[in-house]
């Protein structure tokens, strides 16, 4: 059974600081691994999907990266702002289109 | 991109009541819909996959007379807690396959706003 864990749970930054979150899966056989942010009492937006095939993705200020086969993927911020402010959930794809996701990282990044 | 849409988004119902929560893939066709449940602090769990024109499949612990799940066309499934009770009370959020389209099938889905439900 696929397992996703994500480190750290919370993490409070300056405005300004660049930070990495980590997430890590059980099972290397995936499809591809995508990135969310929840805002509170809201759904789910897309940040990045990596296949399982490509080792990085980059959207403006967000990178991500994968290393299949040690089960790990890390989401860079550069230049964090405040209204990055959110949770961020890690979600890795296996067979029949079923996410497998963490328990988030709520960030916080202060003024 | 692609836009999913739940309705409601909010609701607060007596126990012992049913409750139809709708998502709707509003400019994409989704042959496949998964519906997840969200407690509080806590990771999002896969209830069901919802497919068009057939039953829909639980996944392990998930009682499929209580939590009714319908994807009568493309575009829209619901899922109905029945007889709901102050322990159905969660965040469920659905996601949408997009069927093969021009762009290429990535495999990402697509998720709705969220459904809060309140069981008094």
């Known amino acids: 059974k696929q397992e996703v864990t994500q480190i750290p749970a919370a993490l409070s930054v300056p405005e300004g600081e660049n930070l990495v979150l980590n997430c890590s899966f059980t099972d290397s056989a995936i499809y591809n691994l995508q990135w969310f942010r929840q805002d509170p009492g809201k759904g789910l937006t897309s940040l990045l999907l990596i296949q399982s095939s490509q080792r990085e993705q980059t959207s403006g200020r967000l990178n991500a990266s994968l290393d299949k086969s040690s089960g790990r993927s890390t989401l860079y911020i550069a230049a964090s702002q405040p209204g990055d402010s959110a949770t961020y959930l890690c979600?890795?794809?296996?067979?029949?289109?079923?996410?497998?996701f963490g328990k988030g990282t709520l960030l916080t990044v202060n003024p | 991109g692609a836009v999913v849409s739940q309705h409601p988004s909010w609701v607060i119902c007596k126990s012992g009541t049913s409750v139809k929560i709708e998502c709707r893939s509003l400019?994409?066709?989704?042959?496949?819909m998964f519906w997840y449940r969200q407690f509080p602090k806590q990771s999002l769990m896969l209830m069901a996959t919802s497919n068009e024109g057939s039953k829909a499949t639980y996944e392990q612990g998930v009682e499929k007379d209580k939590f009714l799940i319908n994807h009568a066309s493309l575009t829209l499934s619901t899922l109905t807690v029945t007889s709901a009770h102050p322990e159905d009370s969660s965040f469920y959020i659905c996601s949408a396959r997009r069927t093969r389209w021009a762009g290429g099938n990535t495999g990402e889905l697509f998720f709705g706003e969220g459904s809060r439900l309140t069981v008094l």
């Open positions: 400019d994409f066709q989704a042959t496949t």
């Open positions: 979600a890795v794809r296996g067979s029949n289109y079923k996410l497998t």
